[in-house]
């Protein structure tokens, strides 16, 4: 584990329940173990803040914080067009066996951002 994974596993940032989220998405699969709630709290289509819940090994913990971090203060699109890889490349790299690990944050931010439009495009208009 090199020592910028380190840092994050040792001290993760946001990784809490929020209570006030926008919205939520899941990433990874609870039936196996990996898994990731990702909170989002979202004001004019930008995400201001952002937390996760994580049940994973180390990487998934520094990998998922590090996420919460690069997405905060982006648009939802911005977010979404952040690669996959590049969550690995801002820890000093992974080992290939630990790369599914930094997949479930975006996997996650996927979902929340489904979840996002769903809930506007299914909110009943005013009559
Ligand atoms: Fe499965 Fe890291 S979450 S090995």
């Known amino acids: 584990m090199n ?3 380190k840092k994050y596993f040792k001290n993760p940032r946001n990784l809490e329940i929020m209570t006030d989220a926008t919205v939520m998405g899941q990433g990874g699969d609870p039936g196996c173990g990996d898994y990731i ?3 989002l709290k979202i004001e ?3 995400i201001i803040k952002a937390s996760a819940m994580v049940a994973g090994c180390p990487y998934a913990i520094a990998t998922t914080s590090i ?3 690069m997405i905060t203060n982006k648009s939802l699109d911005d977010a979404m067009m952040i690669p996959g890889d590049q969550v690995a490349s801002l820890l000093g790299g992974l080992p290939k066996e630990k790369i599914h690990c930094s997949l479930m ?3 996650a931010l996927r979902n929340a951002a489904h979840n996002y439009i769903m809930a506007r495009i299914c909110t ?3 009559s």
């Open 37 to 39: 709630e990702l909170y």
């Open 67 to 69: 996420f919460t971090e």
């Open 124 to 126: 009943p208009m005013a």
């Open 105 to 107: 944050g975006p996997e």
């Open 3 to 5: 020592e910028q994974v």
């Open 44 to 46: 004019n289509d930008i």
